[in-house]
């Protein structure tokens, strides 16, 4: 997603509003710059760049065809799980995220979403699946 420096600085403005509420440690990231320096920090170790190209492939008539329906575009990327396998590895990063998904209740029925490892389809995700004879998860 591309966002400003302005976004983004207030989004992580919201992120310590929200710390200091929790009463929890100070933020990750101090502004924009702090953020994009940690991003450009990862190590990715020996991922290599893949690259693969897409077209449309739907219907194109003379008319009504826009000039991007025409086009080949390409897609470079390094292969995710391997990127986020190298992140986990990284000691940097211990205690610094939820990799495991979980449900935290405030109450009797209340629930507390505070990031995406607390939402119900992380959750849904890691749960034991009841239709798998095999007991392994999704």
Avoid at 87 to 108: I, Q, S, V
Wanted: aromatic share 12%; charged share 20%; proline share 3%.
């Amino acid at each position: 997603m591309q966002s400003s420096a302005g976004d983004i600085n207030q989004l992580l403005e919201i992120l310590a509003a929200k710390d200091v509420l929790n009463k929890t440690e100070d933020p990750i990231y101090k502004d924009y710059d702090h953020l994009l320096q940690t991003i450009d920090d990862i190590q990715v170790g020996d991922v290599p760049w893949e690259s693969f190209s897409i077209r449309y492939s739907g219907p194109i008539t003379d008319n009504s065809s826009t000039s991007w329906q025409c086009q080949t575009y390409t897609v470079q990327m390094r292969n995710v799980c391997a990127v986020v396998r190298n992140m986990l590895a990284n000691t940097e990063f211990h205690k610094c995220f939820d990799y495991a998904a979980y449900k935290e209740y405030t109450g009797p029925h209340s629930r507390r979403y505070s990031d995406f490892m607390s939402g119900e389809w992380a959750y849904k995700q890691s749960v034991h699946c009841e239709s798998c004879s095999s007991g392994k998860l999704r």
